[in-house]
């Protein structure tokens, strides 16, 4: 027994510097994004801020090779030698490596993007793909301690969740419900037929995608973190949110209307895991998708909130309220689809337990 603690602590220990290594990966990917959209006339593939991404990327594989060389036992191969959740991470590294190398070809070939195309850019993607391998480290590793179909989440575990929500933040960030703060501008609805309608009506169309995809970008993860008992971990929305807000606010610039709408996310993220911690266990199984729902239209009420105070919103009621509406339906199907055919125990009344899921 005390061997097998022993050995969690040190597996514990090992995923934490994966993912604090992770963090510098993904800090670095937000501060290159910056440099794009703040510092315009960037011509080369040698700057600063590719250092601080390829710096930590080496960092990252060294890591790893000490990982891999401290697991091996005398005369195993060293393919086989790597711990459980860790053969992802050497396969990112070298992915990484290769996807630098095309992304160099590339630029020196057709240039440098310098819009929404070097977010959907092959290799940029390739590279976003190696990061999200390696971000998920700590995951893997807890998947494979466990004997449990739904396991127990480790604290490294929890933070990698949260890194890879702000990587997805990161490439999904022109579709960012707090980069584009729709509601503060002035929409006159016109009939169809009208000259300029589908014009006038593009840009509500793009922010009410935004609250869609956010939405979903925030509920998956906190869905895919609950306990095997259904409990949510403490704070999790919270981080949550600040990976998925706050890392693409400071990206673009600190706009002030956006610093406003996260940090009213950000508060009713807040009060959201204080109520978690009341929620009834039977309320996260049977109602599971009734709690996500709420978890939604508290987090954007908080934003809406936050421009009504700071600024104005500017859409009609029937807009920015269907905004939400919308959302909140959104997090109840996710929710749903979580647990379908699915089984979570959940205590009843008398203290037994009961199994949840899709008849």
């Known amino acids: 027994m005390l061997e097998t603690a022993r050995n969690t602590?040190?597996?514990?220990?090992?995923?934490?510097?994966?993912?604090?290594?992770?963090?510098?990966?993904?800090?670095?990917?937000?501060?290159?994004?910056?440099?794009?959209?703040?510092?315009?006339?960037?011509?080369?593939?040698?700057?600063?801020?590719?250092?601080?991404?390829?710096?930590?990327?080496?960092?990252?594989?060294?890591?790893?090779?000490?990982?891999?060389?401290?697991?091996?036992?005398?005369?195993?191969?060293?393919?086989?030698?790597?711990?459980?959740?860790?053969?992802?991470?050497?396969?990112?590294?070298?992915?990484?490596?290769?996807?630098?190398?095309?992304?160099?070809?590339?630029?020196?070939?057709?240039?440098?993007?310098?819009?929404?195309?070097?977010?959907?850019?092959?290799?940029?993607?390739?590279?976003?793909?190696?990061?999200?391998?390696?971000?998920?480290?700590?995951?893997?590793?807890?998947?494979?301690?466990?004997?449990?179909?739904?396991?127990?989440?480790?604290?490294?575990?929890?933070?990698?969740?949260?890194?890879?929500?702000g990587l997805g933040a990161f490439f999904l960030i022109y579709v960012s419900a707090f980069?584009?703060?729709?509601?503060?501008?002035?929409?006159?609805?016109?009939?169809?037929?009208?000259p300029g309608r589908i014009q006038a009506e593009l840009p509500v169309v793009i922010t009410l995608a935004s609250y869609l995809l956010t939405t979903a970008l925030i509920i998956a993860p906190f869905l895919f973190t609950l306990t095997a008992a259904g409990r949510p971990a403490r704070g999790i929305v919270t981080m949550l949110v600040a990976a998925a807000a706050w890392l693409p606010v400071v990206m673009i610039g600190l706009r002030p209307t956006s610093i406003a709408g996260a940090a009213g996310t950000t508060v009713a993220a807040i009060v959201v895991d204080l109520l978690l911690t009341r929620v009834p266990e039977t309320w996260l199984g049977r109602r599971l998708p009734a709690v996500t729902a709420g978890i939604a239209a508290l987090l954007w009420t908080g934003q809406l909130v936050a421009f009504a105070v700071t600024d104005a919103i500017r859409w009609p009621v029937s807009l920015w309220l269907g905004a939400v509406v919308l959302s909140a339906a959104v997090a109840a199907g996710l929710a749903l689809l979580s647990s379908w055919g699915s089984a979570r125990p959940v205590p009843d009344a008398a203290g037994d337990s009961t199994a949840v899921g899709s008849s």
């Open 9 to 165: 602590r040190t597996d514990g220990r090992r995923d934490l510097v994966t993912e604090l290594l992770g963090l510098w990966l993904l800090l670095a990917v937000f501060l290159d994004g910056w440099a794009h959209i703040n510092l315009p006339g960037l011509e080369t593939f040698f700057t600063p801020w590719h250092a601080a991404l390829y710096s930590g990327m080496l960092a990252t594989a060294a890591w790893t090779a000490v990982v891999i060389w401290r697991n091996r036992t005398p005369g195993q191969p060293l393919l086989q030698a790597a711990p459980p959740g860790y053969r992802g991470t050497a396969v990112g590294v070298v992915l990484f490596a290769v996807a630098g190398g095309l992304d160099l070809l590339w630029h020196e070939i057709l240039g440098i993007e310098v819009s929404l195309d070097a977010l959907v850019s092959p290799t940029h993607l390739l590279l976003g793909f190696s990061q999200f391998l390696i971000l998920g480290t700590a995951v893997r590793s807890a998947r494979a301690a466990s004997h449990a179909g739904n396991p127990e989440l480790t604290p490294a575990a929890l933070f990698a969740v949260v890194l890879m929500t």
């Open 179 to 194: 980069v584009r703060p729709g509601p503060t501008a002035v929409f006159t609805p016109t009939p169809v037929g009208t």
